[in-house]
């Protein structure tokens, strides 16, 4: 599963041949959540709270970017780096 980004400790990854819909996984410390890339809501798991604003905010801003990632990696190519969120 390639790494996408990491930023404030989020460990950001798409996976190869994943079902839909369309999400990301993000993980913190010892926990995990899915977010649907579309919409930014967790579908499964959960993080901090802190954390998933992090996530959401992250994902809002590279959405187009991230569904380019999703469908390399639906169709088995290589994922590119996506730059995280820089502290304020």
Known sequence: MPIISIFFG???R???F????????????GTEALFDIRTGRIIAGA???RQARYVVEWIVKNRAE???NWDLAANGQPTFKIE????E
């Open 47 to 49: 993080l901090p709270r």
């Open 84 to 87: 995280g969120l820089e502290d």
């Open 10 to 12: 989020i460990v950001i």
């Open 66 to 68: 991230l569904m380019r």
């Open 14 to 16: 798409i996976n190869f």
């Open 18 to 29: 994943d079902h839909a819909p369309p999400h990301l996984h993000a993980a913190h410390g």
